[in-house]
């Protein structure tokens, strides 16, 4: 039984702040399997193409009929905890600064046994469900929980060591004229987020929805114009030490792709806002961030981008938009060795044309910001690196690996 | 498959056991401690360096070096040359290779030598870097290293037989008893089973007197024909039988024997001895948990009957079963890969009847057992040996 966490106190100021470290990072290549699996939250083992047995930790040969053939896949959780042990003195300063520190032997139902984290609600002999994490060092791990939900499971020490639970954590969500800036503020007090700073650019203007955001309890209205240099240092200046979660809103849409636009100012305007409006937040809120990686419960742990599926394979109708996107996917590969060092999570969720005025022509299925709010509540949870959010984003994923040719001609019609 | 019939080792012996004295932290490389190893041997033997025509080595420390740099190192002309990687397991290995080799005349003379250095930060880079599985699915997970590791094996091992820390502990304070008479022992003071009980946890249930203390060290031995230990004028040990196994019972869900169990047979029969003939046993002591579990696998005792068969025998040097009889590496300090050699160093002095305070007095038959390379999740390389000294 898990007793649950107590909301942190206010900091002293003059104590130091701890620096973060990171868990020990080398892994061989193949082993980077799991780093994909663990990514989108997927459970995924070596599995022999030829006999059908699954192996681990990775190889590069089958154990039972030796057979290059060794594709991940998705494999079944289920195992049994067959004896555990606390580490008490480890030997680097990550586990040492943490220790006691839980492991285990899980036998899973599919064959290999597999040395986990474990939550503390897992007893030897007993069932577990197994997952791959990304620890601080944002490499994948093996951690096992109860086969059930047991009280106060997500408060587990070790647990929030994997994850980005905006629980008694402050939030900061960039763009509060947007409808899923609306949603994610509401979705995140809802998580138990402590408080949520959400920007407003030029906020002597009014608009829709502004109303349920200044009456919320725990949610302070703060300017900025994400693509004005100077007012995101100048916010970061003021909040910038008490962001542990930062949700890039930025959204700048409009239709339209080379040849029949004129000249560059729209997209100068595409890049101005969501590209270089990233780089600014990046370099306002990222060093403060990184340094703030292991303070205490409300430590800093994440950085989400909300990104257009259409940045992975440019949509000719939104040719200008998507390109800035890709822009944006780039850079956020960037941000997130950056801010690896801090154990601070980068979180892309990628969706399909939004239910927004801007997609206004673009038919259905889309996306109700609503959902993409509670995605990015379900991610941070289960701390993940990348999401599909809605059908068309999960189709175009699927049609991208299948084949990136078809998927360039079929989206030029 | 049939199994073949093995050739004996007629007339092969070891002389010459050599140990450089451990010290618990050392600024000097792996390659000094080799190197005084190899004068101490060639000193010993009263042979020229010259003379030395086959090198064996096992050593964790190296750095980018083998076997082949340190005969340039060294000024060895040789040729018959390995280098063993096998931990624990690397004397037994190390004698078998060179056995054969002065057996077939590949050698006339083979050095096999195992020495380590400890910097203060040796210990952390060779968990870090101790295996591929490791790095990959173990290192990462508490990075508490070979402590964690065989702390899994002990709790379940002991849970699924009953043995309590008592028990356990019974092998580790008879074995610091031991190294009370051995002057170069790192341990210098005595061990009560309270003390042993009381100590703090490392990861559960290995305590602190479960733990061996790296450090540096070496040791050597020679290996050659009996015509050849004759005409030099060296007490030497016959080599009666060896055994060597590596991922043995891969199905086991959990590590609860060492692949010894798998060729314990053919280790007595080969030598023509039983169990209760040895005068002295020297085990791989890496944990005292490991130790119980040779017990029942080297034949000493049935599976589960480890806990019963310490509490049934008195385990140092005047009692009824003489084991690990310098303090072992629980008590003199693991030199890396010399922590191999160790048992065995000391069972052939032991044998040959130069070990001094430790000596056991008649000892003629002796058995020595390595065990290494915890990969994944348990050990994977085992080995035994049997000699017997010129008195049997
Ligand atoms: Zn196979």
Redesign the interface.
């Given at each position: 039984m898990i007793d649950p966490i107590k909301p942190p106190r206010r900091k002293n100021p003059l104590l130091r702040t701890r620096l973060p470290a990171s868990?020990?990072?080398?892994?061989?290549r193949t082993?980077h399997g799991f780093t994909r699996a663990a990514a989108e939250g997927r459970f995924m083992l070596q599995r022999c193409e030829a006999c059908g047995a699954f192996a681990?930790?990775?190889r590069e040969a089958c154990?039972s009929c030796l057979s290059p053939a060794l594709a991940f896949a998705d494999a079944p959780r289920q195992g049994t905890l067959?004896?555990?042990?606390?580490?008490?003195?480890?030997?680097?300063v990550?586990?040492?600064e943490r220790?006691p520190?839980?492991?285990?032997?899980v036998?899973m139902v599919c064959g290999p046994?597999?040395?986990?984290?474990l939550h503390a609600d897992c007893a030897?002999g007993a069932p577990v469900r197994m997952s791959f994490q990304l620890?601080k060092?944002g490499?994948a791990?093996?951690f096992a929980r109860p086969e059930g939900d047991t009280p106060n499971m997500a408060d587990d020490r070790q647990w929030r060591e994997m994850t980005a639970d905006p629980k008694f954590r402050r939030v900061f969500v960039t763009n509060g004229r947007s409808l899923i800036g609306q949603e994610a503020v509401v979705a995140l007090k809802a998580a138990g987020a402590k408080t949520v700073f959400v920007g407003v650019a030029e906020p002597w203007r009014p608009f829709a929805g502004e109303d349920l955001l200044r009456r919320q309890e725990g949610v302070e209205v703060v300017t900025l114009d994400a693509a004005d240099e100077k007012s995101a240092a100048d916010l970061a200046a003021d909040i910038g030490g008490k962001v542990d979660i930062l949700v890039n809103t930025t959204e700048y849409v409009r239709a339209g792709g080379l040849l029949d636009r004129k000249g560059t100012s729209i997209a100068r305007d595409e890049i101005d806002q969501a590209y270089l409006g990233f780089i600014n937040l990046a370099q306002a809120f990222g060093p403060a961030m990184r340094m703030r990686g292991a303070d205490g419960v409300n430590n800093s742990v994440a950085w989400v981008n909300i990104l257009s599926v259409y940045a992975l394979a440019n949509w000719p109708a939104f040719g200008a938009y998507s390109a800035s996107q890709a822009a944006c996917l780039s850079l956020s590969h960037c941000l997130r060795a950056e801010l690896r060092p801090g154990g601070i999570k980068v979180m892309n969720l990628f969706t399909g044309p939004v239910d927004i005025e801007w997609f206004q022509t673009v038919p259905p299925p889309k996306v109700a910001p609503r959902a993409i709010a509670q995605a990015i509540v379900s991610g941070l949870r289960g701390g993940l690196e990348e999401m599909y959010v809605g059908d068309v984003a999960e189709e175009i994923r699927q049609r991208l690996a299948a084949n990136p040719k078809a998927l360039e001609r079929e989206l030029d019609k | 498959m049939k199994k073949s019939q093995r050739t004996p080792y007629d007339g092969i012996v070891i002389a010459a056991p050599v140990t450089i004295p451990y010290v618990r932290y050392s600024i000097e490389s792996a390659q000094w401690w080799i190197g005084r190893a190899l004068g101490a041997l060639v000193a010993q033997a009263g042979i020229k360096a010259s003379d030395i025509d086959g090198l064996c080595v096992s050593s964790f420390t190296m750095g980018s070096d083998s076997g082949i740099g340190l005969t340039q190192h060294f000024g060895l002309c040789v040729r018959w040359l390995d280098t063993i990687p096998l931990g624990g397991a690397s004397a037994i290995a190390g004698l078998r290779k060179a056995a054969r080799a002065v057996q077939a005349r590949d050698a006339d003379i083979v050095a096999c030598v195992a020495g380590d250095t400890n910097h203060v930060d040796s210990f952390r880079l060779t968990l870090e870097n101790f295996s591929r599985f490791n790095q990959d699915a173990v290192y990462p997970y508490g990075a508490g290293g070979a402590n964690a590791s065989f702390a899994l094996i002990a709790r379940n091992y002991m849970r699924t037989f009953g043995v309590t820390r008592e028990d356990v502990g019974r092998i580790a304070v008879a074995q610091r008893a031991n190294a009370l008479r051995n002057p170069h022992a790192l341990m210098k003071a005595p061990l009560t089973l309270e003390q042993y009980l009381a100590a703090r946890p490392i990861s559960d249930p290995i305590h602190l007197f479960d733990c061996v203390m790296p450090c540096a060290g070496a040791e050597a031995f020679l290996v050659m024909r009996e015509e050849t230990a004759a005409s030099l004028g060296l007490p030497a040990a016959r080599l009666l039988s060896t055994i060597e196994r590596h991922n043995a019972f891969a199905d086991d869900p959990m590590q609860v024997r060492g692949g010894w169990a798998m060729d314990i047979g053919e280790l007595y029969a080969m030598a023509g001895v039983k169990p209760d003939d040895l005068d002295i046993v020297q085990t791989y002591d890496d944990y005292p948990v490991i130790t119980m579990m040779q017990f029942e696998d080297l034949g000493f005792c049935k599976k589960g009957e480890g806990a019963e068969f310490v509490r049934a025998h008195d385990l140092t040097i005047d009692g009824d079963f003489p084991h690990n009889t310098s303090g072992g590496q629980l008590s003199v300090g693991q030199a890396g890969a010399a922590g191999a050699y160790l048992g065995l160093v000391e069972g052939l002095r032991q044998v040959l009847g130069t070990a001094g305070p430790t000596q056991v007095s008649n000892a003629s038959l002796g058995l020595a057992s390595g065990f290494g390379m915890i990969n994944y999740d348990r050990g994977l390389a085992s080995g035994a040996a049997i000699f017997a000294g010129p008195s049997r």
């Open positions: 868990p020990p990072r080398p892994r061989s082993s681990y930790p990775a154990p067959l004896a555990e042990t606390t580490a008490r003195v480890p030997s680097d990550y586990f040492r220790a520190w839980r492991i285990g032997l036998k046994t597999i040395v986990a984290h030897e620890d060092g490499q791990v093996a | -």
